[in-house]
């Protein structure tokens, strides 16, 4: 199956500094990605789509100055979490969809972000 | 709206077989998938169902789909520890749409 990677895997940074999370399909182009939370013991919460080339569409609560996405290439989606606070700790998770395979999804490995 | 729920935890011992149940309330869902999560690692795609079929099979997974009562099932075949992680099923209303995932269920297998 398609492979879709993550970095880092883990970051701790202070309250109030901004982290970028990266998400690369390394051997498909990824016309659409998406950016999910996910909490302890909990489901994926779906952030925001973002397809190549144009804005990325937000989901009802997700502050967008707060969680800047940008597409930039068929490969390449940055979430970057500005201005963290410790309730931005959370597991952050990317996935990617190729046009032609629409049902199909793959997700990254997930990005572990302790906000101290 | 669209709502997915799951049971939260399910045990089994080894060999046996794993049902995983799934309700969904979106009648429009064209596309059933069911995910495993294992800890500290993102979603693998184990399966998936058009909503046209009733049942579909794949080696040690047999995924059921009762449209009607909107309820879908994963059945895991001669458990093993390895299968020991969270199962999420998810919907999407259309090939393009956004996927909406269930609360997971936790499969604890004992040796």
């Known amino acids: 199956g398609a492979v879709v990677s993550q970095h880092p895997s883990r970051v701790i940074c202070k309250s109030g500094t901004s982290v970028k999370i990266e998400c690369r399909s390394l051997?498909?182009?990824?016309?659409?990605m998406f950016w999910y939370r996910q909490f302890p013991k909990q489901s994926l919460m779906l952030m925001a789509t973002?397809?190549?080339?144009?804005?990325?569409?937000?989901e009802q609560g997700v502050e967008k100055d707060k969680f800047l996405i940008n597409h930039a290439s068929l490969t390449l989606s940055t979430l970057t979490v500005t201005s963290a606070h410790p309730e931005d700790s959370s597991f952050y998770i990317c996935?990617?969809?190729?046009?032609?395979?629409?049902?199909?999804?793959?997700f990254g490995p997930g990005t572990r972000l302790t906000v101290t | 709206g669209e709502d997915v729920e799951q049971s939260l935890f399910l045990s089994v011992r080894e060999g046996d077989s794993s049902v995983i149940n799934c309700t969904y309330t979106?009648?429009?869902?064209?596309?059933l998938y069911w995910y495993k999560q294992e800890p500290g690692a993102g979603l693998q795609l184990l399966t998936y169902?058009?909503?046209?079929?009733d049942m579909k099979q794949d080696q040690r997974l047999t995924v059921l789909l009762n449209k009607k009562d909107k309820h879908l099932s994963l059945r895991i075949a001669d458990t093993q520890t390895g299968d020991s992680a969270i199962y999420f099923c998810?919907?999407?209303?259309?090939?393009?749409?956004?996927?909406?995932f269930g609360t997971g269920t936790k499969l604890q297998v004992i040796p």
């Open positions: 169902i058009f909503s046209n079929m």
């Open positions: 998810a919907e999407a209303p259309g090939g393009y749409q956004k996927v909406t």
């Open positions: 051997d498909f182009q990824a016309t659409t």
């Open positions: 973002s397809n190549e080339g144009s804005k990325a569409t937000y």
């Open positions: 996935s990617a969809r190729t046009r032609g395979l629409a049902y199909e999804q793959y």
């Open positions: 979106d009648s429009s869902s064209t596309y």
